[in-house]
């Protein structure tokens, strides 16, 4: 990536290398990088609770750390995340901040058309929280439609993969959930923690294993499936305390998944803007 010289110092240029956050880069950095074909990735989720064990930013971190290998692998830039998302279920859980639904959505459109306006071409939201299938995906679209311009959203959660190597980990991985539930969440967040060099003491591992108060059975599949209509009332039943963890298996997860959006940021090169939509 080239470099800026700074003002009075020719000598000194700035040198991006590594440093791919937004927020961590000078305003010539940041310049002189949007002079060529720029591409951002917004990572975001929600504050809210995670069992017993796990820190309540434990999904945007999952997405930011997801994002900072995109960047690297697509030579994109990561805006600071957003850690508002509409939570769902969570919401009378300790500690979850709530903003509904169609606020998060304006919010995320607004950052969306600010990053535009700077010269950012191509785009990319990366979420680790089931409720933002629904309202990244839809603010999304709405993007496209009003500024012509797609943006990819990619879900750094197994099951929700795009490519055959993200279904192949996903696979592997609900075999281990499916024996130790909680296994997965946490396994992503220190793998997360890693990339962000964040100290893993963040996550409580000594706190006790328990599956706690189950869901009613008639809440598991039908209404969760949507999003729609319960809330957990105890802590375990969001990210139960595992037994143990698989940091390699869940490093290799967000990886396979910087992969697929570097690839759709590279595939966006050759995406001509659409004809804006209207009523």
Avoid at 8 to 32: E, F, H, I, K, Y
Avoid at 119 to 129: I, K, N, Q
Avoid at 144 to 159: I, Y
């Amino acid at each position: 990536m080239r470099g800026v010289a700074l003002p009075g110092n020719a000598a000194a240029p700035v040198q991006l290398g590594d440093v791919r956050r937004l927020d961590l880069l000078t305003a010539p950095a940041v310049a002189s990088y949007l002079q060529g074909d720029a591409a951002a990735i917004l990572p975001l989720g929600p504050t809210e609770a995670h069992g017993r064990h796990l820190p309540l930013g434990c999904d945007y971190l999952i997405a930011l750390a997801t994002a900072e290998l995109a960047a690297r692998r697509a030579n994109a830039l990561v805006l600071p995340p957003f850690p508002y998302s509409w939570p769902g279920a969570t919401a009378r859980l300790p500690g979850t901040l709530r903003l509904p639904p169609d606020l998060v959505q304006q919010v995320l459109l607004a950052i969306l058309e600010g990053a535009m306006a700077q010269g950012f071409r191509r785009l990319a939201l990366v979420c680790a929280h089931g409720p933002d299938v629904h309202t990244a995906t839809l603010a999304a679209r709405h993007a496209f439609e009003r500024f012509g311009r797609p943006v990819a959203v990619h879900h750094a959660v197994p099951g929700r993969g795009t490519t055959p190597q993200e279904r192949e980990l996903a696979a592997a991985a609900a075999l281990r959930e499916g024996d130790d539930p909680g296994q997965g969440e946490t396994s992503r967040l220190l793998a997360a923690m890693e990339i962000l060099g964040l100290p893993a003491e963040l996550v409580d591992r000594a706190s006790p294993a328990g599956e706690g108060v189950p869901l009613p059975q008639a809440l598991k599949e039908p209404l969760r499936a949507s999003g729609a209509g319960f809330y957990f009332t105890d802590l375990s039943q969001h990210i139960p305390t595992p037994r143990g963890h698989d940091v390699p298996a869940a490093r290799a997860y967000l990886e396979a998944a910087g992969q697929a959006i570097a690839e759709s940021l590279e595939a966006m090169r050759h995406l001509p803007d659409a004809e804006v939509y209207s009523r």
